[in-house]
Each structure stands twice: as structure tokens, then as C-alpha cells.
């Protein structure tokens, strides 16, 4: 059998373990193990604990704990609710103000919790019945809070660019700052179709009774700012190179645990614990992933099936667009079926090589993979953030929630078509703060 | 009886797993403050955080295994019903144990070699390596109990397989 050969029978056979229901980490582990035995005999599984074991031995490894602690501390926290208040205050007159400043909480958000579900939970809990009892129809409210979280995971600090990262060694520093420009771009993307609607379909629902002084506007300022400073400060702290993603999250997480407990008076235990416990079961989920992650490539690799593809893929005399657009659609389909962070260890230690064959930039590509599990996120039958706005309005059906976030998914393909014609958008600040990647 | 002492044990092995947590923050912000601001080196930081996330990770397993969350494709248990889904449960299950029992089975052959040889991890810290070796066996053997437990759950009806009561699930 050859490599090729190999490697599409590792496929199918990965596929099939994993429709059975068994978690994904365990699934690839599985894999790893049965086809190593197959092809190199019993000796090989001695090799199996440590390959295990190296694939979570590294320091950089505890920026993912890290951010999804920090990011979960500002979800419990009341900060969700004040920013959206704010902006509220400050678009109130803007027709169909109250869709924009929904969309702009969710960007802001995003770059304060780092997680697509945890920002459609933040903001939706006021935003969806807000918008409902305003007079906005139910599929509009719903859909644009679906669309207006995904943007957890573009806008940095975001959790699977530091997946993306720890699992390509690609710099996150570069990563995040490469998701900048691509968010404000889709936030304005998410605008534009709000204002649009709101002119074409008379959602002006302006309340002339409604008057916020300054005062007013200003006052959520000293509860939000902090946060949003230490951000600012650990994007700072990573492009200058001045410490390591795992010591910046590290320090911005047990800072973030001052800040609620001072700002939002959230200290008792009985806070925390909740806190701790879902952080605790996301970051063991994503580790265990990695580990089985390490065990499935070294497998790959002993069996030189990675080795294999990119090379047939370089010598292939296909157009890399349209091999870009293949594999773009392959990673949309896994992201049907499975959370972003899966698809991102499963998938890109094995295709950012042939990527690179093809000529493509590995940050670059980082971010249109983001926006692709973006569009993951808001279709079934695994789209995080429908079953977060199914909890926050239990009445709403998903194909009410579905036919308004459509609009919005059309968006992040004009976002995807964007990128393919001018990659600038993503790599030029990476390239001006921190200079060329070699 | 057997079904709620697993399950105890699971949630322990979570609290360690929390606690090992909580510790990686803490000395990892003792290492900024040793590094940054009083410009010392740092000597054991790096590998006890290290440590304590690969201790956090499988002694954390079982009990996100009892909680459902580790993330699976559940597009088939969802479209099956009844029987199918019990019996695709069923070999869901006996996947998830052959994984982690050979696991914990070679696991435990690891740290056997770094306890019976005295291993050291080649740095200045140099902390004996059978106490982090020790958490692969142990929490993936505990998973093994878990699942155990989870079978012993659906097939006595006290549970429905895949957790799955209706056509809705809960997302995490």
C-alpha cells in the first residue's frame, strides 16, 4: 500500500471512529494507536506514553488554561452587560442603533473574553429580549447576537489562534494581531447589513422618550476600561516581545480575578468555583485533544503519510486557489460537525505544510480558517452559539434564529473573498509592529 | 451503590485536578514577579506549572468525561433512536476504554522505569519524574472507571445513552 493510500484509509477510518460518538481525543488516539500497531507491530506502542506526555510537556501550553480563565472570570462578571448598556447610550438615536450597538458590544467582547460561545452568552442575555421587546422581528434579534459572538474568535486575545498557534508553532503574538484588522472589517461588514436592513425594512425603532445626558454615557467607563486595558496591555506585551503568551495570560487572568472581585464585588467562593470548574473542563478538553493530537501526527509522520502529501500536493499541477478553496470547504464541513479548536488540532498540523507548498502565508492563512469556523459556529448540527441563543430564548425556533444569522454568513464569505484578494488585510500589521516573518 | 462512588471519585480527581490549576496561576505570576520585577532567574517555575497542567489534564479527564465535555461528533447518537443509539453508545464505550486503558497500562509501565530507575528531569530544579508520570496512569485509569460506571448507568436505565433525552442537546 502506498503512503497515499495509507493516508486515505487513515481518513476514512478516523471519519468512522469519530461518527460513533466517542470524544474526539480519545477517537485520534484510538486511531493513532490501531494503525501504528498495524503497520510497525507491538514495539511501537512503547514509544506511545511518551509521544503522549512530550505533547504536553511545554511551558506555552498554559496560555490556553490561562486565557480561558481570564476570558470566563469576564463572562460571570456583570462587564457583559455594562458595555452593552454603554454603547447602547451612545447610538440610541442611530436607526436600528440598538442591532449596531449590539454588534459593536459583541466585537468589543470578543476581544475581552477570547471565546465565540462566551461572547453571544454576554451579550444576548440583554441584547436578544432588548431587541425583542423594541419591535426588532425575533429572527433579526437572535441572528445578529448568533453572528455578532462568532467574532470571539477573530478578534484577539482569541483561544483557537492560540490553538492554532501552539499546534503550527506559528508566533501568536503575529496571530493576534493578524485577527485585528480582519475583525473591524467584519464588525463593519456586520454594520452595514444592520443599517442596510434597518433603512430597507423600517427597523428605525428610535424611543423619543429616551435621553441619555453624558453623564450617563460616560459612566460605565471606569467599570469596562480596566479590562479593557489589561488586554490592550497583553497584546502590547506580546508584540514587543516582552514575555511569553502563557506569563501574559497568566498575570492578566489573576488580574482579572482582583478586578471582579473589586469592580463587581465577585469574591465569594461560590463565584469562583463555577468559574474554575468550566475552565477547568475546557482546558482539559482542548489538552486531551492536543496530546491524542501529538500521537495522531506522530503517527502520520512515522508512517510518512504527512511527509507524502505535501509533496504530492507540490508536484500535483493543480491551481492553488482552487486546492485553497477545496480545502476551505473540507475545513467548513469538519466545522458542521465539530468546535473550532477540534478542527484546528485535527486538521492544520497536517494541511498548513501543503498550504505552504502551495504558497500561501501561514498567518494568513490562520485567519481565514478563523473566519471559515466562524461560519462553524452559527449552522447545525454543531454550531455553538445557536445553542447558546437556544438557552438565552428557549421560545425561538433555529430556523427563525438560522434565517437571521444567514445575512451575516454571507458577510464572512465576502470577509473569506476579501482576504483571497487582498491577504494585506491580515498580514500587514503583523508585518509593520513586528516586521517581516522569516 | 458502584455508579455514585465512581462518581465521587471522579469529582475529586477534578478538585485535584482544579487545585493543580489554580497552583499553575499562581506560580506563574510568581515567575513574572521573580523575572520582571525583582530580575532574578527563574528556577522552578517552569516546570512545576508544566507539571501541574499535565497532572491537571488527565486527573481532570474522568471528571470532564462525567460531566460531558469532551467534545464528540454527536450527529449519529442524535439521528438514531432507541436501541441503535444504545448499541452505538456500546461501542463508543468499549473505543473509549481500549484507548485509555492501554493507556493507563503503558502509562504505568513509564512510571514504573522513572520510579524503580530514580529519573530526574535534566535541569537545575531536577524534580524526581515519577510524581508527574504518575498522573497519565492514574487519570486515564480513573476514565476507564469512569466509563465504567457511565455503561453501568445507561444500561440499567437510570441514564439515557449519549446523555441525549430528547432531539435538543446542551452545548458547552
Given at each position: 500500500m502506498s503512503e497515499l493510500q495509507l493516508g486515505l484509509l487513515v481518513a476514512v477510518v478516523t471519519i468512522v471512529v469519530l461518527l460513533t460518538g466517542v470524544p474526539v481525543a480519545f477517537a485520534l488516539g484510538f486511531v493513532a494507536i490501531a494503525f501504528l500497531v498495524a503497520?510497525?507491530?507491538?514495539?511501537?506502542?512503547?514509544?506511545?506514553?511518551n509521544v503522549l506526555f512530550a505533547g504536553l510537556d511545554s511551558f506555552a501550553?498554559?496560555?490556553?488554561?490561562?486565557?480561558?480563565?481570564?476570558?470566563?472570570?469576564?463572562?460571570?462578571?456583570?462587564?457583559?452587560?455594562?458595555?452593552?448598556e454603554a454603547l447602547e447610550r451612545w447610538m440610541y438615536r442611530v436607526p436600528g442603533g440598538l442591532m449596531l450597538s449590539n454588534l459593536g458590544a459583541c466585537g468589543i467582547f470578543a476581544a475581552l473574553s477570547g471565546s465565540s460561545p462566551a461572547t453571544c452568552a454576554a451579550i444576548g442575555k440583554m441584547g436578544i429580549p432588548e431587541m425583542r421587546q423594541r419591535g426588532y422581528p425575533t429572527s433579526v434579534a437572535t441572528g445578529a447576537i448568533a453572528a455578532g459572538g462568532t467574532l470571539g474568535i477573530l478578534i484577539p486575545p482569541s483561544i483557537t489562534m492560540i490553538v492554532y498557534g501552539i499546534a503550527t508553532e506559528t508566533s501568536i503574538g503575529r496571530l493576534f494581531l493578524a485577527g485585528v484588522l480582519p475583525g473591524l472589517m467584519l464588525v463593519a461588514l456586520f454594520m452595514a447589513w444592520g443599517l442596510f436592513a434597518s433603512w430597507r425594512y423600517g427597523y428605525q425603532i428610535v424611543n423619543p422618550e429616551l435621553r441619555f445626558s453624558l453623564r450617563d454615557k460616560l459612566v460605565v467607563l471606569p467599570k469596562v476600561g480596566p479590562f479593557l486595558a489589561i488586554i490592550v496591555?497583553?497584546?502590547?506585551?506580546?508584540?514587543?516581545?516582552?514575555?511569553?503568551?502563557?506569563?501574559?495570560?497568566?498575570?492578566?487572568?489573576?488580574?482579572?480575578?482582583?478586578?471582579?472581585?473589586?469592580?463587581?464585588?465577585?469574591?465569594?467562593?461560590?463565584?469562583?468555583?463555577?468559574?474554575?470548574?468550566?475552565?477547568?473542563?475546557?482546558?482539559?478538553?482542548?489538552?486531551?485533544?492536543?496530546?491524542?493530537?501529538?500521537?495522531?501526527?506522530?503517527?502520520?509522520?512515522s508512517l510518512f503519510i504527512t511527509q507524502t502529501l505535501a509533496m504530492s500536493v507540490g508536484?500535483?499541477?493543480v491551481n492553488p486557489w482552487v486546492m485553497l478553496a477545496f480545502i476551505n470547504i473540507f475545513l467548513l464541513i469538519m466545522g458542521f460537525f465539530l468546535p473550532p479548536v477540534a478542527v484546528i488540532l485535527m486538521a492544520a498540523p497536517t494541511l498548513l505544510p501543503i498550504v505552504e507548498t502551495l504558497g500561501f502565508d501561514a498567518i494568513w492563512f490562520a485567519v481565514v480558517l478563523t473566519v471559515n469556523m466562524e461560519i462553524g459556529l452559527i449552522t447545525p448540527?454543531?454550531?455553538?452559539?445557536l445553542y447558546v441563543i437556544n438557552g438565552i430564548a428557549p421560545d425561538v425556533r433555529l430556523q427563525t434564529i438560522l434565517w437571521g444569522a444567514l445575512p451575516f454568513m454571507l458577510c464572512m464569505v465576502v470577509a473569506i473573498v476579501l482576504l483571497c484578494l487582498f491577504p494585506g488585510i491580515a498580514t500587514w500589521l503583523p508585518e509593520y509592529l513586528m516586521g517581516p516573518s522569516i | 451503590m458502584f455508579i455514585a462512588a465512581v462518581r465521587r471519585i471522579s469529582c475529586a480527581a477534578g478538585l485535584a485536578a482544579g487545585l493543580l490549576l489554580f497552583a499553575a496561576v499562581l506560580a506563574v505570576c510568581h515567575l513574572v514577579v521573580v523575572r520582571y520585577v525583582l530580575?532574578?532567574?527563574?528556577?522552578?517555575?517552569?516546570?512545576?506549572?508544566?507539571?501541574?497542567?499535565?497532572?491537571?489534564?488527565?486527573?481532570?479527564?474522568?471528571?470532564?468525561?462525567?460531566t460531558r465535555g469532551h467534545v464528540?461528533?454527536?450527529?449519529?447518537?442524535?439521528?438514531?433512536?432507541?436501541?441503535?443509539?444504545?448499541?452505538?453508545?456500546?461501542?463508543?464505550?468499549?473505543?473509549?476504554?481500549?484507548?485509555?486503558?492501554?493507556?493507563?497500562?503503558?502509562?504505568?509501565?513509564?512510571?514504573?522505569?522513572?520510579?524503580?530507575?530514580?529519573?530526574?528531569?535534566?535541569?537545575?530544579?531536577?524534580?524526581?519524574?515519577?510524581?508527574?508520570?504518575?498522573?497519565?496512569?492514574?487519570?486515564m485509569a480513573l476514565v476507564v472507571l469512569q466509563y465504567a460506571a457511565d455503561l453501568a448507568a445507561v444500561l440499567t436505565g437510570r441514564e439515557s445513552a449519549f446523555g441525549i433525552t430528547s432531539g435538543t442537546h446542551e452545548g458547552t
Open positions: 503497520m510497525e507491530g507491538t514495539f511501537a506502542l512503547g514509544s506511545v506514553p501550553l498554559l496560555s490556553i488554561p490561562m486565557f480561558i480563565l481570564m476570558g470566563g472570570i469576564i463572562a460571570a462578571s456583570r462587564a457583559g452587560a455594562d458595555l452593552y496591555g497583553i497584546l502590547w506585551v506580546l508584540y514587543g516581545g516582552v514575555a511569553t503568551p502563557s506569563e501574559a495570560a497568566g498575570v492578566g487572568a489573576m488580574l482579572c480575578l482582583l478586578l471582579v472581585a473589586v469592580i463587581y464585588r465577585m469574591y465569594r467562593p461560590a463565584d469562583l468555583v463555577h468559574v474554575f470548574r468550566n475552565a477547568l473542563r475546557e482546558s482539559v478538553m482542548i489538552l486531551m485533544i492536543i496530546a491524542a493530537a501529538e500521537l495522531f501526527s506522530f503517527m502520520m509522520s508536484d500535483m499541477d448540527p454543531v454550531g455553538l452559539n | 530580575g532574578d532567574s527563574a528556577i522552578w517555575q517552569h516546570e512545576f506549572v508544566t507539571y501541574s497542567l499535565i497532572g491537571a489534564t488527565f486527573l481532570g479527564s474522568p471528571y470532564v468525561l462525567l464528540n461528533v454527536d450527529l449519529l447518537p442524535i439521528y438514531l433512536g432507541g436501541r441503535a443509539r444504545l448499541a452505538l453508545a456500546l461501542v463508543a464505550a468499549v473505543l473509549g476504554v481500549v484507548f485509555c486503558g492501554l493507556i493507563a497500562w503503558l502509562g504505568a509501565g513509564l512510571w514504573h522505569e522513572a520510579w524503580a530507575g530514580d529519573w530526574h528531569a535534566d535541569t537545575v530544579w531536577s524534580p524526581p519524574l515519577w510524581i508527574p508520570y504518575i498522573a497519565m496512569p492514574l487519570g
